[in-house]
């Protein structure tokens, strides 16, 4: 297995008695988008902190880079860009400006730092707006200079806190899509923490789901799904026309299959077995294993018509409440 660029272990943060990260075990992949999902209060910003060495960890490790970040945060600072949730800029200086002064801090020569700067401002979509004063720029144009900022020193690996906080939504589009585009064709290694499953869904390679200082969950959304269940299950939507309490049987009694549920259960025009439905009729059938094949000849050999078949992946949405709902019900990591 490739070596981590993120390894947390056993990290745990106290503050007297409240524990605010608890015995955190976590491993980011080279070139992953890792999204740390979890409401307000979670421990998600006291993690990234503690990732770049700003807090030490009452107990276990945090390695980025191969560097432990408690010991050598100066070290983790060079390859690692961060942008925290709210971006502070000297306001009365131009876009540019601002970037070029991080380059000159992060020892970058002048030209080379104006070079870079103004290339970093056409790739986050500021190209006109370079001249113009940050306190006059959009929540929006704030976030994507924030992401020049951190991308200036080229570092291995960024760290966004909560990156999508107050931008509209097709701010939020770009943004995401440049950050997926950073990783896709740079091999940046990504961490962005959110409380917003959407946005988290829409660009996260893996989830983990962070309540109460802890991770209850962990992994790609395929493994999350299937974790839903309790085990490895496969459901499939099917849409019929004259559906049928028989048919329903005749699914139910398919080897595999753990339950058939029609959308709408006035579906059955008269009710009771041998029934004939109108229209059309969702049904989701849920099974260990996948025997989509096997449904769709059923169907058909009980006289009633297919129209649509699609397989089931719960969304990110789904998985959240489903978890929270559940409370704490222990780490289960992959
Ligand atoms: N310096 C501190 N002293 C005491 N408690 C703290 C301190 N910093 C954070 N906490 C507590 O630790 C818990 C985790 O806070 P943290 O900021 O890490 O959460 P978060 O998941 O980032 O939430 P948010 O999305 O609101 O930023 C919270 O209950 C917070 O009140």
């Given at each position: 297995?490739?070596q981590?660029v993120i390894?947390l272990?056993?990290?745990?943060?106290?503050?007297g008695?409240?524990?605010?990260?608890?015995g955190?075990?976590?491993a980011i992949?080279?070139?992953?988008?890792?999204?740390?999902?979890?409401?307000?209060?979670?421990g998600?910003?006291?993690?990234?902190?503690?990732?770049?060495?700003?807090?030490?960890?009452?107990?276990?490790?945090?390695e980025?880079?191969?560097?432990?970040a408690?010991?050598?945060?100066m070290?983790?600072?060079?390859?690692?860009?961060y942008?925290?949730?709210?971006?502070?800029?000297?306001?009365?200086?131009s876009?540019l400006?601002?970037?070029?002064?991080?380059?000159?801090?992060n020892?970058?020569?002048?030209k080379d730092a104006?070079?870079?700067?103004?290339?970093l401002?056409?790739?986050?979509?500021?190209?006109?707006?370079?001249?113009?004063?940050?306190?006059?720029?959009?929540r929006?144009?704030?976030?994507?200079?924030?992401?020049?900022?951190?991308?200036?020193?080229?570092?291995?690996?960024?760290?966004?806190?909560e990156?999508t906080?107050?931008?509209d939504?097709?701010?939020?589009?770009?943004?995401?899509?440049?950050?997926?585009d950073l990783?896709?064709n740079?091999?940046?290694?990504?961490?962005?923490?959110?409380?917003?499953?959407?946005?988290?869904?829409q660009?996260?390679?893996?989830?983990?789901?962070?309540?109460?200082?802890?991770?209850?969950?962990?992994?790609?959304?395929?493994t999350l799904?299937?974790e839903?269940?309790?085990?490895?299950?496969?459901?499939?939507?099917?849409?019929?026309?004259?559906?049928n309490?028989e048919l329903?049987?005749?699914?139910?009694?398919l080897?595999?299959?753990?339950?058939v549920?029609?959308a709408?259960?006035?579906?059955?025009v008269?009710?009771?077995a041998?029934?004939?439905?109108?229209?059309?009729?969702?049904?989701?059938?849920?099974s260990?294993?996948?025997?989509?094949?096997?449904?769709?000849?059923?169907?058909?050999?009980?006289?009633?018509?297919?129209?649509?078949l699609?397989?089931?992946r719960?969304?990110?949405?789904d998985?959240?409440h489903?978890?929270?709902?559940?409370?704490?019900?222990?780490?289960?990591?992959?």
């Amino acid at each position: 297995m490739e070596q981590a660029v993120i390894e947390l272990k056993r990290l745990t943060k106290q503050y007297g008695e409240f524990t605010a990260v608890a015995g955190l075990n976590l491993a980011i992949r080279p070139g992953e988008i890792f999204g740390l999902l979890g409401p307000n209060g979670a421990g998600k910003t006291t993690t990234i902190l503690m990732m770049l060495g700003l807090t030490e960890p009452t107990s276990g490790t945090a390695e980025v880079c191969g560097i432990d970040a408690t010991r050598n945060p100066m070290q983790v600072k060079r390859r690692v860009g961060y942008m925290p949730d709210d971006v502070g800029f000297y306001e009365d200086r131009s876009g540019l400006d601002n970037l070029v002064y991080t380059a000159r801090l992060n020892g970058i020569p002048a030209k080379d730092a104006r070079e870079r700067a103004a290339e970093l401002l056409e790739r986050v979509g500021l190209a006109d707006a370079a001249g113009k004063k940050t306190g006059a720029y959009s929540r929006g144009m704030r976030q994507r200079l924030g992401l020049a900022d951190v991308l200036i020193k080229r570092p291995e690996v960024i760290i966004l806190d909560e990156p999508t906080l107050g931008i509209d939504p097709e701010g939020v589009r770009e943004l995401l899509a440049l950050i997926r585009d950073l990783s896709r064709n740079e091999g940046l290694t990504v961490l962005l923490s959110s409380h917003h499953l959407h946005q988290v869904q829409q660009i996260c390679d893996r989830v983990g789901l962070f309540v109460g200082g802890k991770l209850i969950a962990c992994g790609d959304l395929d493994t999350l799904s299937r974790e839903l269940d309790g085990g490895p299950s496969h459901a499939v939507e099917l849409d019929v026309t004259g559906w049928n309490a028989e048919l329903a049987s005749s699914l139910a009694a398919l080897p595999e299959v753990n339950s058939v549920e029609a959308a709408d259960s006035d579906a059955l025009v008269g009710g009771g077995a041998g029934a004939k439905g109108r229209g059309i009729v969702t049904v989701r059938v849920t099974s260990t294993s996948d025997v989509t094949p096997l449904l769709a000849a059923r169907v058909i050999e009980q006289g009633a018509s297919l129209v649509g078949l699609r397989p089931l992946r719960y969304g990110l949405d789904d998985i959240y409440h489903r978890y929270f709902e559940g409370g704490d019900s222990g780490e289960r990591v992959h």
